[in-house]
T-cell receptor, first 115, second 111 residues
Framework: ETGVTQTPRHLVMGMTNKKSLKCEQHLGHNAMYWYKQSAKKPLELMFVYSLEERVENNSVPSRFSPECPNSSHLFLHLHTLQPEDSALYLC??????????????FGPGTRLTVT | GQQLNQSPQSMFIQEGEDVSMNCTSSSIFNTWLWYKQDPGEGPVLLIALYKAGELTSNGRLTAQFGITRKDSFLNISASIPSDVGIYFCAGQPDSNYQLIWGAGTKLIIKP
């Protein structure tokens, strides 16, 4: 099984739909991340979970709702999205260490299109 | 907020050429990471740097953590077609979870 998997790989949804993105890591890490990647822009960190607790929430609109039921799984629940939310959504994981080093390993992403 | 300037934005190179790209910051970082992203995939970690002045290689790739702790360089020697993609630098300013990302350098091989 590859390190970090994401499903679905592609998603098209209307603005009134509700959908969820799923991420699973098989690396034994204890921190997981959601990023948004838009064309020609740096990656934008959305949420960070460490030991299943949310530790970062970078002013993300409430139409994005994360869930981390255990250290291997991370979800991003989507509802009433806007067309500008269309992007590649990347999940990553890392080992949270006292040294504070966070080499992050990424999944392949979910390409989201909001119509 | 903190920003990283990554340059160049894109590079057209001939197969076999050496490639250099860099990232600079106005503030100090404790860690520098270099990633490569292929179309339709997530970024893949290439090299991680932890100390000022550190020089680390991964095959034909070599990266350096600048002495001032405000910059980092990535070199690719003897480029091959599979080197095409977008290369990102990321810096970790302190022990929190936030990585600061560059906007990427797109590497294109001239036909």
């Amino acid at each position: 099984e590859t390190g970090v998997t994401q499903t679905p790989r592609h998603l098209v949804m209307g603005m009134t739909n509700k959908k969820s993105l799923k991420c699973e890591q098989h690396l034994g890490h204890n921190a997981m991340y959601w990023y948004k990647q838009s064309a020609k822009k740096p990656l934008e960190l959305m949420f960070v979970y460490s030991l299943e607790e949310r530790v970062e929430n970078n002013s993300v609109p409430s139409r994005f709702s994360p869930e981390c039921p255990n250290s291997s799984h991370l979800f991003l629940h989507l509802h009433t999205l806007q067309p500008e939310d269309s992007a590649l959504y990347l999940c990553a994981s890392s080992q949270d260490s006292l040294a504070g080093v966070h080499e992050q390993y990424f999944g392949p992403g979910t390409r989201l299109t909001v119509t | 907020g903190q920003q990283l300037n990554q340059s160049p934005q894109s590079m057209f190179i001939q197969e076999g050429e050496d490639v250099s790209m860099n990232c600079t910051s106005s503030s100090i970082f404790n860690t520098w990471l270099w990633y490569k992203q292929d179309p339709g995939e997530g970024p893949v970690l290439l090299i991680a740097l932890y100390k000022a002045g550190e020089l680390t290689s991964n095959g034909r790739l070599t990266a350096q953590f600048g002495i001032t702790r405000k910059d980092s360089f990535l070199n690719i020697s003897a480029s091959i077609p599979s080197d095409v993609g977008i290369y990102f630098c990321a810096g970790q300013p302190d022990s929190n979870y936030q990585l600061i990302w560059g906007a990427g350098t797109k590497l294109i091989i001239k036909p």
